[in-house]
């Protein structure tokens, strides 16, 4: 059967965090993001039919990432909101993953920020990616992130 549509383009990672403050330090601070735009989406008709949730409000803030842009979101209402903390093999838990350059400096910055690594860094043995260094962190909210680094290259 044809396909009547097609996926244009990817617009953005939507992630909903406890404090934006502080996810935007880890995304801004650590990962060295620029916010591309920011704002807030009181309650009303339009976020509650966007969203499915009745009576929601929230405030956002828009990184950009290479190639990708993070939408950090902070709802203020409604009231009964609940943090989610999934493992990784938990259904519905959803990572994404970064290629960096300076891996442990990367995992310093974010401790900082209270992300913790929810294993230790592991090194590829085979296969197209050998020798990448890899690992998940999470921060207080549950979200996750898999940071990357590739072997150095030989000059």
């Known amino acids: 059967m ?7 383009s990817t617009v ?3 992630i909903t965090v406890s404090s934006l403050r502080n996810a935007t330090a880890f995304w801004t601070d650590v990962l060295g993001f620029e916010i591309v735009s920011e704002g ?6 339009f976020i ?3 969203v499915g949730v009745a009576g929601a409000a929230l405030r956002y803030v828009v990184v950009g990432a290479p190639g ?17 903390r999934p493992r990784s093999c938990d259904v519905g838990s959803v990572h994404i993953a970064f290629s960096v350059d300076g891996l442990d400096a990367v995992l310093a910055g974010a401790a900082e920020l209270g992300w913790y690594a929810v294993g230790q860094v592991q090194t590829v043995k085979s296969g197209p990616k050998t020798g990448t260094r890899a690992i998940y962190i999470r921060s207080e909210d549950g979200v996750t992130v898999e940071l990357q680094e ?3 290259q030989p000059n």
């Open 68 to 84: 990708h842009r993070i939408e950090l979101l902070e709802y203020q209402a409604p009231a009964d909101r609940t943090v989610t």
């Open 48 to 50: 509650d039919n966007l």
């Open 12 to 14: 953005h990672t939507g």
């Open 40 to 45: 807030s989406l009181p309650p009303g008709d």
């Open 150 to 152: 590739p072997p150095t």
């Open 2 to 8: 044809p396909r009547l549509y097609k996926v244009l």
